[in-house]
């Protein structure tokens, strides 16, 4: 089937304004990641998903960050009140998890935000 | 807790010459050791993984990786580079837990 999707792809918007991010997974992946890529760095673990459980939050970098996630569908990732240095590419990671062993990860394109 | 450094950050290579992208993790448990690419303007592709067995690890694209405990090493080797190879490549390390962690990544351009 098709792979993850992600949307807009592309996020231009003023400081202090809100953003919401939207990542679809493939079907039947019942763990869902996030992660930023600043400019010229590495992958930022931002937030986990797997499926009914309580969602590891420990990457959130602060309090404006939350996601959320209906079952184990879409998850949206929320910006409050963006400030500059959240420009970046939040990178959207689904998986077909085995309890104890670490599967694969199929990543969408990507939602590139600036935040002017 | 654990962590990955990709030493070089830009690799040139002339085109069908050998390449080798260096990957060091630090961990105090079993880890997991995976490559990603990343092709321009597109989204991370899984290249190959290190989970268990064998430490000569086969991937796509005719690229390999040997798992080296003791020097916590997860290099990621081609004999022959080709133009389609220029990309990012991502190291990344997990354990038991749910947490992956990613380097910052290295640049490989394949000169023709």
């Known amino acids: 089937g098709a792979g993850v999707s992600q949307s807009p792809s592309n996020k231009v918007t003023e400081k202090g304004k809100d953003v919401e991010l939207r990542c679809d997974p493939i079907?039947?992946?019942?763990?869902l990641y996030w992660y930023r890529q600043r400019l010229g760095q590495g992958l930022e673990f931002l937030i986990y998903f797997q499926g009914n459980s309580a969602p590891d939050k420990s990457g959130l970098p602060s309090d404006r960050f939350s996601a959320e996630r209906t079952g184990e569908s879409v998850s949206t990732l929320t910006i409050q009140r963006t400030q500059q240095e959240d420009s970046a590419v939040y990178l959207c990671?689904?998986?077909?998890?085995?309890?104890?062993?670490?599967?694969?990860?199929?990543f969408g394109p990507g939602t590139r935000l600036l935040v002017l | 807790a654990q962590s990955v450094t990709q030493l070089d950050s830009q690799v040139p290579v002339f085109e069908e010459a050998p390449v080798e992208l260096r990957c060091n993790y630090s961990s105090s448990v079993s880890v997991y050791l995976f490559w990603y690419v990343q092709y321009p303007n597109q989204g991370l592709q899984l290249l190959l993984k290190y989970l268990s067995g064998s430490t000569l690890v086969k991937g796509i694209n005719g690229f390999e990786a040997e798992f080296n405990k003791s020097q916590t090493s997860f290099h990621l080797r081609k004999p022959s580079v080709h133009i389609s190879d220029t990309a990012e490549y991502f190291c990344?390390?997990?354990?038991?837990?749910?947490?992956?962690?990613f380097g910052t990544g290295t640049s490989l351009t394949v000169i023709p």
């Open positions: 079907s039947g992946h019942t763990a």
């Open positions: 990671a689904s998986s077909r998890p085995t309890p104890g062993l670490s599967e694969t990860q199929y």
């Open positions: 990344a390390v997990t354990g038991a837990g749910n947490q992956f962690y």
